[in-house]
């Protein structure tokens, strides 16, 4: 005798009620009484199958909150921990409970500050562009030599400079790490020439982006190729606030 055909992938809605004067059919799934004793089954059948499903997932949930630090060997490691301002706590490389400090972002601007003109230049190479200003926020990092170079310690960096350029016809930047001979390029950009507009001096300003990691400490400055220049001003035009004049800038920002 063969079972019936259950369906536990689906819920009968309704078990027809086997109306009086009909007769019982056997082998046949669509009359009586097997048609009631099949939607019956594949109820069952759903259900014990919901019930499954609710149970491996109860199980499984199970798994991963055994799987997590919650263990007292854990808890009293964190017990045992002494809370120190500007930490939080943890994992060390090997996995174990520790307290960590809050990275902090720490950020130096150098600048070239001047009371009057930018200075003249020359066309005859790439020239080292003045900086001789530092302003530093979070931890000090940056050291700022006499020479207008500037030295980084080992770390992560992302660096950006604006270096500007008066009637000089097209002119670029770089930042030069100068221990490894390694040239930051900055944007291409181009104003008028010195003879263009008489009596008249347009600026333009050449950006450097850079990002990158050191080993070891090195030094840096930032150099302008120009093309053309104008008595006092080549490399900035005075504005003449009584502020001072400010010209090449570069923003360090230190990640790691």
Sequence with gaps: MPNL????????????????????????ITKPPNEQLLALASRTAYLKGVSDGHDAAI???????????????????????????????????????ALKSVPTISVAILQDFKSGFGGQGDTTGWLKRDLNDKQE????????????????????????ARVPGTMVDKHQARLTNNTDGINYKGSSTQTLTAAAVSGQSITTDSWVFATFAIAATKTFQVEHRIYDTIIDRSLGAEVGTGMGEVYTQVVVVKLI
């Design 5 to 28: 055909p259950e369906d536990s992938a689906t819920y009968p809605a309704a078990v027809r009620q086997i109306d009086s004067g009909e007769l019982a059919v056997g082998g046949d």
């Design 59 to 97: 199980a499984n949930l199970n798994t991963a909150l055994n799987g997590k630090q919650n263990s007292s060997a854990t808890l009293s490691a964190i017990a045992n921990l002494t809370l120190i301002a500007n930490q939080f706590i943890g994992t060390d490389a090997a996995g174990d409970i």
């Design 137 to 160: 926020s979070g931890t000090s990092f940056c050291t700022l030599n006499g020479d207008s170079t500037f030295a980084l310690p080992a770390g992560s960096y992302f660096v950006f």
